[in-house]
């Protein structure tokens, strides 16, 4: 590509762990940053999403706000990743799926251990939970997965240089994992 690859990332429902696993790529960032041009992303302090050839996104679909900026990014990119666990398969935030939402909220507010005189809160403000947590690709059309809790900093640097470069991707065995 002639210009610089334009890359976005986010975080759905995810714990920030896979944007901390970028980051461990260490000194190799600055090849990087040769490569890309850093859209919206928790790693800088852009709020608009805009058009993209790739992004990242950590986390599953939890919440009303989660769906929307999928779907944003999803007709706004040519490429999405989902990283991690939680995108591929809801990851722990989906063992609350056993349970409803009613349930969950009480247990977090109201009857949870050291909970003292505990309210569910209730404002406009706070996006809606849904009813399950998702994976990523029961909302949109995902085109790659990279699989761990969170994937290595290795395998996020093999993946992306290759891809950036349009070289082939190929990750080694020893480099895939679902923990
Ligand atoms: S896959 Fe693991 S590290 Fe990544 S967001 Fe989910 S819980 Fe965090």
Known sequence: MSRKTKVATASLCGCFGCHMSLLDIDERIFDLVELIELERSPLNDLKEVSEVDVVLIEGGVANSDNVELLLQFRAKSQILVAVGACAINGGIPAMRNQFSVSESLQESYLNGL????????????????????????????????????????????????????GEPIILPYTQLHYD
Do not use: K, M
């Open 114 to 165: 050291g909970v003292t005189e505990g309210q569910i809160p209730d404002d406009d403000e706070i996006p809606w939970l849904l009813n399950q947590v998702h994976p990523l690709h029961e909302v949109v059309r995902v085109d790659y997965a990279l699989p761990g809790c969170p994937p290595g900093g290795e395998t996020l640097w093999r993946f992306l240089s290759a891809l950036l470069r």
